[in-house]
């Protein structure tokens, strides 16, 4: 079956630590997005990649970083610039203009 | 600045009553509107979408939602819920074809026996 897959479920780190979250697809989408989400505060946009080599910053980008190298892939890395990482974030796809997002299960981030 | 406002945080409500969570969008000419369901340490599934056409949407599991342009509203409704409807539900904005979707802060649903 397509769908986005996000791994890990869990992430443990450290304070002052990068690490990376891995965001695929095999829906065959041009478009992918990560969220973060924190409780009471609905979705918030990290960045997101209308094609690949190429993606945009949304409204909380600082301190994170993406690529998108292929397609299907779209992984985000938390920095040590982040100053609250600790999160649930979500990946999301769509295939273009009016289409809805698909969601991966997301990845739960705690930093300690 | 374009946003959306779910105007209930919680909404607590007994089995096989109706329920409707409310949304409202800031204007625009065009919008494209949306409602999603989350489940405990889950994505986001989409209910319903509007993009055009009958103002009257219906969804998975029963719900369904009215566009509302003269009111800036796309209200979820459900006759009857059940205790599996008990999740959070977002409702999103795109204020054009290739634009950002623009979430709500989210109401939580609480189905109670």
């Known amino acids: 079956d397509g769908g986005i897959t996000q791994s890990p479920k869990y992430l443990f780190r450290k304070e002052g630590q990068n690490v990376t979250l891995s965001c695929e697809q095999n829906?065959?989408?041009?478009?992918m997005y990560w969220y973060r989400q924190d409780p009471g505060q609905g979705l918030r946009l990290i960045y997101y990649?209308?094609?690949?080599?190429?993606?945009q910053k949304g409204d909380i980008a600082e301190g994170y970083s993406v690529s998108r190298e292929k397609k299907e892939s779209f992984p985000l890395t938390v920095t040590s610039a982040q100053k609250n990482p600790t999160a649930f974030y979500l990946c999301?796809?769509?295939?273009?203009?009016?289409?809805?997002?698909?969601f991966g299960n997301g990845t739960r981030l705690t930093v300690t | 600045a374009q946003s959306v406002t779910q105007l209930d945080s919680q909404v607590p409500v007994f089995e096989e009553a109706p329920v409707e969570l409310r949304c409202n969008y800031s204007?625009?000419?065009?919008?494209?509107l949306f409602w999603y369901v989350q489940y405990p340490n889950q994505g986001l599934q989409l209910l319903l979408k509007?993009?055009?056409?009958?103002?009257l949407v219906k969804g998975i599991n029963g719900f369904e939602a009215e566009f509302n342009k003269s009111q800036t509203s796309f209200h979820l409704r459900k006759p009857s819920v059940h205790i599996s409807d008990t999740a959070e539900y977002f409702c999103?904005?795109?204020?054009?074809?290739?634009?950002?979707?623009?979430f709500g802060q989210g109401t939580e649903l609480s189905v109670k026996p």
């Open positions: 999301a796809s769509r295939t273009g203009f009016g289409s809805p997002l698909h």
């Open positions: 829906l065959n989408h041009d478009a």
């Open positions: 990649s209308q094609i690949v080599n190429d993606f």
């Open positions: 204007s625009s000419v065009s919008v494209y």
């Open positions: 509007y993009l055009s056409g009958s103002t």
């Open positions: 999103a904005v795109s204020y054009n074809q290739g634009g950002k979707l623009i």
